[in-house]
């Protein structure tokens, strides 16, 4: 799993890099199918659940699961990507937001307080605390920045499938059965925090979620193993 997740890592990277006005979107996508290819790993995304896309590419109000398209990137948008590869039959799951050239404060905080709400998801991702010690992390850190948590999406499980089990609200859900945390259990935490309200709807693809009041939308995502030592991050590049 450490391989498949330090591959995405890879892989985002370089498509950070890419990032700047004036580029198609579908130009990361081409790009993420080509590094599959060299590294010889299959895009877990492609064809599940009948998505088709190896990359979720998501600009500005769109949360998750964005189309790559025609669409050109311009100057103070951000564009969000969500990438997955399965190598050796395990799952490797990352995202980042990056901006498109200079961005304004307002923009510029919602990333850097939506980074620093995974870190500290991660830092409760220890042997010995419940799931939901992530999520009201999370939800903390970014409420207390005046931003909003999505709640209709989660992070999830991860191993030999995409999505296991547990499913990881970014909110501390209420009455919700306690769940302990292993060692061994490997987690994608991937808080996705908007500017505006919490609520979205999906687009007519299907697929596209959106903003509901069209606020702009940031989304980092990690894969954790919990370890007797602490939370390990599986998707780091080096």
């Known amino acids: 799993m450490r391989e498949a997740c330090r591959l995405v890592a890879v892989i985002l990277r370089e498509l950070s890099q890419a990032v700047e006005p004036g ?6 996508e081409e790009l993420a199918l080509k590094r599959c290819a060299d590294f010889k790993v299959k895009p877990a995304f492609l064809g599940m659940y009948g998505f088709p896309f190896a990359l979720c590419c998501s600009v500005n109000e769109e949360v998750v699961h964005g189309f790559p398209s025609e669409r050109t990137l311009t100057e103070g948008d951000i564009v969000s990507f969500d990438m997955g590869v399965v190598y050796d ?3 490797g799951d990352a995202a980042t937001t990056v901006p498109v050239g200079t961005i304004d404060g307002t923009t ?3 990333l850097q307080v939506t980074q620093e709400s995974l870190a500290k998801g991660i830092a409760e991702a220890k042997a010995g605390n419940d799931l939901y ?5 999370v939800q903390k850190h970014v409420e207390g920045h005046g931003l909003s948590v999505v709640r209709r999406f989660v992070g999830h499980g991860i191993g030999r499938k995409l999505h296991e089990k547990p499913e990881i609200p970014n909110f501390e859900p209420k009455e919700a059965p306690r769940i302990p945390l292993l060692p061994g259990m490997v987690l994608a935490i991937e808080p996705m925090v908007t500017a505006g309200g919490p609520d979205v709807e999906v687009l007519s693809d299907n697929w596209t979620a959106v903003t509901k009041d069209r606020s702009l939308s940031a989304h980092f995502e990690h894969t954790v ?3 007797k030592n602490g939370p390990r991050i599986l998707s780091l590049a080096e």
């Open 225 to 227: 193993a919990v370890t």
């Open 23 to 28: 580029v198609k979107t579908m130009f990361f």
């Open 108 to 110: 510029a905080a919602l």
């Open 133 to 137: 010690d992530i999520s009201r992390a």
């Open 89 to 91: 039959g395990f799952y």
